[in-house]
């Protein structure tokens, strides 16, 4: 995990120094401005998860700042430091948007809590779910109706559609937020190496055990364990799984003595295991010990309301700690985004974008930005679309001209790259280029 990076800002130079010093042995990473204009500048260049701030300060003062900060990101956290506090003070602060308000000189326990604090808020607000979509606001409440009970969950749905965000979300909303969620992919991990995994094991129970070591079921006491994949897991460890749900208690590989645990079970899975059970690929009694709790998540493809605020929050999630300034999409790049059927559902979108604002040269994605296959959709999108003559007729060597000169245009006067898009070779584009007149330099070579 990267560590939550904190600036800090103070017109007094000892006040960094101390601040510094003490974030710094916690282990965050910390940076300092000596005022709040030198803090903005900190913060547009880079991402901050806290900002502490000074009230006092010369030239901006720390409310100024707070409303700066708040304007150009509300994600980022906002602690203010004074030592001349009052409660009308106090209750501003909090009303423009800080987290909290301390007054000098501030005890360092009570910081560091206060710190812990704001970025636990922090962490929370990332497990918020992108969409304005009807059918992910149902997930919505039933994810807060859910998340009250200890109950086990299953969460349905096909790969990539965000069953750990859901899951991290339960646990969020859930009365074991303060306590730790751990997940594991049961489908990434060997068989043999699974069970020590989440069981733990004890010193020398097998080749390469050199010491004992607790499992995610013990380690998550208190909290959420979240099992994605679950339908991949071996027979034998289903039954250990059950037992541990039935029981509340484990036993370590090669122990002999029983772990009493507490802890709320989440699974996941893209496979149908009502029919893996009567396949006799899953225990029936494990599918029904799961199913208490049961989301269903729709597909990207049958959510496509949500595609638009999605490419937006991406684009801005992979351009946050990066100098890209990306300001929108060409209106090719975006009716091929949203016209994508989307197989590999929100990951794929995301990866998507990722390599567009890696790849963009401008301002503005472009088609050519966008992986290989969402440009040949959009292509074939438009090349599909039915086109009715007018009533009077055309012009037919005008409407060839048009489509060979939007090509042209589009590809910056490439002769291959538009040949491709009009399902041309590019001796018959260079021909047809001749013909109505336009010059344009041969290619090297036919591609």
Not at 124 to 153: H, P
Not at 226 to 247: H, P, T, V
């Given at each position: 995990m990267s560590r939550k990076s904190i600036l800090v800002v103070d017109d007094e130079r000892s006040q960094r120094e101390i601040l510094e010093m003490i974030l710094s042995g916690e282990g965050y990473d910390v940076t300092t401005a000596s005022s709040g204009e030198a803090a903005m500048k900190f913060v547009q260049d880079r991402h901050f998860d806290l900002v502490l701030t000074d009230l006092q300060m010369t030239g901006m003062s720390g409310i100024d700042l707070l409303k700066e900060?708040?304007?150009?990101?509300?994600?980022?956290?906002?602690?203010?430091?004074?030592?001349?506090?009052?409660?009308?003070?106090?209750?501003?602060?909090?009303?423009?948007?800080?987290?909290?308000?301390?007054?000098?000189?501030?005890?360092?326990?009570?910081?560091?809590?206060?710190?812990?604090?704001?970025?636990?808020?922090?962490?929370?607000?990332?497990?918020?779910?992108?969409?304005?979509?009807?059918?992910?606001?149902?997930?919505?409440?039933?994810?807060?109706?859910?998340?009250?009970?200890?109950?086990?969950?299953?969460?349905?749905?096909?790969?990539?559609?965000?069953?750990?965000?859901?899951?991290?979300?339960?646990?969020?909303?859930?009365?074991?937020?303060?306590?730790?969620?751990?997940?594991?992919?049961?489908?990434?991990?060997?068989?043999?190496?699974?069970?020590?995994?989440?069981?733990?094991?004890?010193?020398?129970?097998?080749?390469?055990?050199?010491?004992?070591?607790?499992?995610?079921?013990?380690?998550?006491?208190?909290?959420?364990?979240?099992?994605?994949?679950?339908?991949?897991?071996?027979?034998?460890?289903?039954?250990?799984?059950?037992?541990?749900?039935?029981?509340?208690?484990?036993?370590?590989?090669?122990?002999?003595?029983?772990?009493?645990?507490?802890?709320?079970?989440?699974?996941?899975?893209?496979?149908?295991?009502?029919?893996?059970t009567q396949d006799g690929r899953f225990r029936e009694d494990l599918y029904y010990r799961l199913n208490v709790l049961s989301i269903e998540l729709p597909a990207l493809r049958d959510r496509r309301s949500d595609i638009p605020v999605l490419i937006e929050y991406f684009i801005k999630k992979h351009t946050k700690n990066s100098s890209t300034k990306i300001t929108g999409l060409s209106s090719d790049a975006r009716k091929a985004l949203l016209d994508y059927s989307y197989p590999g559902n929100i990951r794929q979108l995301e990866s998507a974008i990722e390599r567009a604002v890696l790849l963009c040269e401008g301002e503005t994605i472009q088609l050519e930005d966008l992986p290989p296959e969402m440009q040949t959709a959009e292509i074939k999108a438009d090349a599909n679309a039915a086109f009715k003559l007018p009533p009077n007729g055309i012009n037919f060597e005008e409407l060839e001209r048009s489509l060979i000169m939007q090509a042209m245009e589009r590809t910056d006067n490439n002769i291959t790259k538009s040949a491709k898009l009009l399902g041309l070779t590019f001796r018959t584009l260079q021909y047809r280029l001749e013909k109505f007149g336009v010059k344009k330099e041969e290619e090297d070579s036919e591609s």
């Open positions: 900060l708040v304007a150009f990101d509300k994600s980022i956290m906002v602690i203010l430091l004074t030592a001349h506090g009052t409660v009308d003070t106090a209750f501003e602060s909090k009303e423009l948007g800080a987290f909290a308000y301390l007054q000098k000189p501030y005890d360092r326990e009570k910081l560091l809590e206060t710190v812990s604090r704001a970025l636990t808020k922090l962490s929370k607000l990332d497990t918020e779910i992108v969409s304005v979509s009807e059918e992910m606001d149902k997930v919505k409440k039933l994810i807060l109706k859910v998340a009250k009970s200890n109950s086990t969950v299953l969460i349905r749905g096909e790969s990539g559609t965000g069953k750990e965000l859901i899951a991290r979300s339960i646990h969020t909303n859930s009365p074991r937020s303060d306590e730790v969620f751990q997940a594991v992919n049961c489908a990434a991990i060997n068989e043999n190496l699974l069970e020590s995994e989440l069981f733990g094991h004890e010193k020398g129970s097998f080749t390469g055990a050199i010491g004992e070591k607790k499992g995610l079921f013990e380690v998550a006491d208190g909290g959420t364990l979240f099992l994605d994949e679950i339908g991949e897991l071996d027979i034998s460890l289903q039954a250990k799984i059950l037992r541990a749900l039935q029981e509340k208690q484990i036993r370590r590989v090669g122990g002999t003595k029983e772990i009493n645990v507490d802890v709320r079970v989440v699974t996941a899975t893209n496979r149908d295991l009502l029919k893996m």
